[in-house]
């Protein structure tokens, strides 16, 4: 056992030390501002003379033959972003100079979908129906015309700028908002490898509804809390490894040393809440089956952790 901690940690500052070397075009090969920020953006380098790609293709997963895999799990997690190990997934750079441009890990994801780089969004995580750029800002915002405007119309006059802006109210949820992701995978033993992995499934953002902001009920109390949240989208991970590939982690350490989003996940460098899982004592969440007990909830999901450490340990019994 204390090999393979070893183990994992020798691999895991290996990942760290090649990552250092992912980000080549720097502020000291550049001719000017301009030239080093438009290069960044178009994600090229400069070798020598001559401008080239810095596209990274991520490691392929390979093939798992279904009859390879001994025992796995199946878990759905919550990512707090208020956590501090998380907090760099929620970090924002967009203006930086000396140091890496960054964005936060759902503005990364929404990006992608609304300009189509990542095309399989999807409305929950059972990937059932599919979401268009329009279905997903329709999620994402909602817009209340006042009754101004309604008496404006009705009389036949065209409302001037001024007064669409004055009595037009915009709930939108935006990055700030979005402080809550969710991740599904699966733990499973590989025969083959001899190994214990984890493979991504799917992601997604969880964020206020927009459609229930601003909405009272008739004692004139909001109908939504501020602490309630939805999933916005789900975004079906193998397909999104390119663009995560090639979005990189704010790294206070040291701003030479890139992480990108894609080494994040799949190195499982966050902290997680387990709220669902494949082998849980019940169907359906944790919240289902363990109802109106936060204390016993937190219990059920480390015994959930704990089963999985325990599928690893006994792949060492012999």
Do not use: C, H
């Not at 790609?53 to 759905?76: A, C, H, Q, R």
């Not at 990542?118 to 059972?126: A, K, L």
Request: charged residues 25%; hydrophobic residues 35%; negative net charge.
């Amino acid at each position: 056992m204390l090999n393979r901690i070893i183990m994992k940690k020798y691999i895991s500052s290996l990942l760290v030390l090649a990552s250092g070397f992912a980000f080549s075009q720097t502020i000291l090969n550049a001719s000017s501002p301009e030239e080093f920020r438009q290069m960044r953006a178009e994600n090229m380098k400069k070798v020598g003379d001559t401008v080239v790609s810095n596209k990274i293709t991520p490691l392929e997963y390979g093939f798992v033959d279904e009859k390879d895999i001994s025992k796995s799990m199946m878990v759905w997690e919550i990512i707090d972003l208020n956590d501090k190990i998380n907090q760099p997934l929620y970090y924002d750079n967009p203006n930086g100079l000396t140091s890496r441009t960054t964005r936060s890990l759902y503005q990364v994801l929404l990006d992608g979908a609304m300009s189509g780089q990542i095309e399989e969004v999807y409305d929950d995580e059972n990937f059932s129906t599919k979401l268009t750029p329009e279905q997903i800002k329709a999620r994402l915002q909602k817009i209340v015309t006042g009754d101004v405007i309604v008496d404006i119309i009705a009389s036949g006059r065209k409302p001037t700028d001024q007064e669409i802006k004055e009595n037009t109210d915009i709930f939108e949820t935006t990055s700030e908002n979005v402080k809550m992701l969710k991740i599904m995978g699966m733990w499973f033993i590989d025969k083959r490898d001899g190994m214990m992995k984890y493979r991504p499934i799917g992601i997604a953002a969880m964020g206020p509804d927009p459609n229930v902001q601003g909405v009272f009920d008739a004692n004139g109390n909001p109908i939504a809390g501020k602490d309630e949240l939805i999933d916005l989208f789900w975004i079906y991970y193998p397909k999104a490894r390119d663009i995560l590939a090639n979005n990189y982690v704010y790294n206070r350490a040291n701003s030479s040393a890139d992480l990108s989003f894609d080494d994040i996940i799949n190195a499982r460098r966050f902290s997680t809440i387990i709220y669902k899982s494949s082998n849980g004592l019940g169907d359906g969440t944790i919240k289902d089956y363990v109802p109106r007990n936060a204390e016993e909830q937190l219990a059920e999901s480390q015994r959930i952790k704990d089963q999985i450490l325990q599928m690893e340990n006994d792949m060492w019994n012999y």
